[in-house]
């Protein structure tokens, strides 16, 4: 079963506006982490931002934050100010401490800023 | 440089062939992961390693496949009789906590 779910395919933005990435995931480990990576056209993945499960505050980092709703099992990535160089694919990905910390990964959400 | 390596970067292989890729993580990360990545797809996990040790293969990993960690340094993934169906970028991570450092991957092409 897919643990982690992005249902935006490809996604437009204008260039300083806000953005939002959706993310689900499933697990029933009470112990999990949620990251979201940048992989741009070279294909090095890049860390953006962590989440863990028993974060009291939603994670942020520079104009990145993760809007962390536990219940609803929802991870979206927020992007301010858009900038060009954001144009990228967005993988949000999960850890789980049952299975070896091992991370797992959504499909994927392409990102284009428009100019 | 402190970061995962990953050599060669690029491969490009005729069917039949057998390949080899290798991974430096960085040198006090005792976890390494591997990971393909086919074209429009997140990465899928294939095999994890505690030091020497191999904890965990993805059933994606044939028996073709094989990866070792001796002494618990650098990793190679070795695949056998490559098929076309194998061209991907394998990704290598390690980490020592809860974040992992991705190398820059090695692309292969089965041809």
Not at chain 1, 68 to 95: E, H, P, T
């Amino acid at each position: 079963a897919q643990k982690i779910t992005q249902t935006q395919p490809g996604m437009f933005v204008q260039e300083k506006e806000a953005v939002t990435l959706d993310c689900t995931y499933d697990t029933s480990d009470p112990s999990y982490g949620l990251f979201w990576y940048k992989q741009p056209s070279s294909g090095e993945m890049i860390f953006l931002i962590y989440q863990g499960s028993y974060d009291q505050q939603n994670a942020t980092e520079g104009r990145y934050s993760l809007n962390f709703q536990k219940a609803r099992k929802s991870a979206n990535l927020v992007i301010s100010a858009s900038q060009l160089g954001d144009s990228a694919m967005y993988f949000c990905a999960m850890r789980e401490r049952t299975s070896y910390d091992k991370v797992i990964f959504g499909p994927g959400t392409s990102l284009s800023v428009i100019p | 440089d402190t970061g995962v390596s990953q050599n060669p970067r690029h491969k490009i292989t005729k069917r039949g062939q057998n390949v080899t890729f290798r991974c430096d993580p960085i040198s006090e990360h005792n976890r390494l992961y591997w990971y393909r990545q086919t074209l429009g797809q997140g990465p899928e996990f294939l095999t994890y390693f505690q030091n020497e040790a191999q904890l965990e293969k993805s059933r994606l990993l044939s028996d073709r496949f094989s990866a070792e960690r001796p002494k618990g340094s650098f990793s190679t993934l070795e695949i056998q009789r490559t098929e076309q169906g194998d061209s991907a970028m394998y990704l290598c991570a390690s980490s020592l906590s809860y974040g992992y450092t991705f190398g820059s991957g090695t692309r292969l092409t089965v041809v």
